[in-house]
């Protein structure tokens, strides 16, 4: 059995995989980089971990996790937007841990062995929440359930893969709150526009 020491050493170490290779890249990321910005040495990474695949499988189901917590919060209340209410659980992880935006961005982006992985987690996450806009009623019965899926995944997780240069194109960071409210805003209205009732 773990102590919590060492629950707390790995997930120190985790967070500081999830900021260091969101930054600057998850292959030109070393382990000795990540040990030094978690405070541990190269070998203990590789003690919890066993060496850069599993950090970086550790990282995808971190970051994943964020968003799955998000959600699993909060019931909505019968009758509630559920699309919205999801947006707004999505931008709220966002505002809090942009480094697991950064991360998510570049993992996409980068073609790592964990990549295909953390893409079907992430669509199975997606199919998930899709089911239950459904059960709700939020999801008009002919939409295709696959391509709604992909379409929510698209409208969130290609701006992050594409971060610096649209950061640059809006003239202020994506992330800061007026910019992420009217993402949020504009990907409710496209969604209940086209998909949903």
Known sequence: MCSVATLSTKDSIVRSALRL??????????????????????????????????????????????????YA????????????LRAEQTAQVMRE???????????????TDGAAR????MIEGGEAEIDSLAEEGALRPDADRRWATLQHFFLIWAPLSFLPLLEEALGSPLLEEEQLDRWVEANVELLKGGLYR
Do not use: N, W
């Open 21 to 70: 290779f969101g930054e600057a890249g998850i292959e030109p990321t070393s382990l000795r980089e990540v040990a030094k910005a978690a405070g541990v040495s190269p070998a203990l990474v590789v003690h919890h971990f066993g060496g850069r695949q599993g950090l970086v499988a550790a990282a995808d189901e971190a970051a994943v996790r964020e968003f799955g917590a998000a």
């Open 73 to 84: 919060g909060e019931e909505p209340e019968p009758g509630a937007d559920l699309l919205r």
């Open 97 to 111: 841990r942009p480094e697991v935006c950064a991360y998510l961005g570049r993992a996409m982006v980068e073609r």
């Open 118 to 121: 953390l893409l079907r987690l």
